[in-house]
């Protein structure tokens, strides 16, 4: 009998058959997280579609909302995503800048930079987004400075958001190791190029993720600038059709609508750049 006629069935290792059950494991986590999320989005949705559902003996009626405002508003509202968008790019771009600038001072040994940065990021921290946006918008007036509401809102944000970013750019500069320093040094390096061509580059690739955390939530906190009631933003919008015609329940509902697309959108850009750069570490 030929050895080679019949394919012989070659037992799976311990390690193969552990990996097997991990997947199929994560596999059936992930399904039944689906199924919570459908259900959780079905029980959303029939909250507000003014629709009777009868289970067994019991009838539950849910939120009639007024579709023909909806959708006649639509365009209106939705108009105001551009200006959500440059809101929010403009301010995590001054942000970050702030940040590193309060992270270099932070980790400074000259009194007075240190002094600066540490100063800068208590006063910002101990007080609140919504005062800050005010001073700039309505207090500045008062000393002849009379900024524009996007200009107020957007230094108001990238001010705010900078003092709690510079310790993400704090702890990414800090975990450069020590020893890369010295031997850049040790090579003929200055300072200012061991910062630009060492430090930098690494520490980067470990503030990326958590400043994509801190655009997602600055897309929503840029609704606080709608206050000046200069900034024909999303929240603007919303407000504004909403109490001309006295539908402030549906307005709110499309724009939560709207910030929580954005919000999966962002969050499935930022979760890619992370797979991205997390490639470095296998």
Known sequence: MNIFSKKQDVPKSQAELIYQAQANKERHFRTNVGISWFILLFILVFTFSGQDLTIGSKTFSGIE?????MANNLSFIAGGLAETIKISIMS???????ALLAALGRL??????????????????GTPLYLQIFFFFLALPQLGIRLP????????????????????FRAALSSVGKGQREAAIAIG???AQTMRRIVLPQALRFAIPPTGNEFIAMTKDSALVSATGFVHELMWRSVKVGRAQFHTLEALIMAAIFYWG????????????????????R
């Open 65 to 69: 909302i007024d579709t023909v405002f």
């Open 92 to 98: 995590i771009a001054l942000a970050m800048m702030l």
């Open 108 to 125: 400074s040994t000259f009194p007075p930079i240190y002094a600066l940065s540490t100063f800068y990021v208590s006063l910002i921290r």
């Open 149 to 168: 509401g996007i200009i107020a809102g957007v230094l108001a944000l990238g001010l705010n958001y900078g003092a709690y970013m510079s310790e993400i």
């Open 189 to 191: 390096m200055t300072p």
């Open 262 to 281: 954005m919000t999966l959108i962002l969050s499935y850009v930022q979760n890619r750049i992370e797979a991205r750069l997390s490639k470095g570490d």
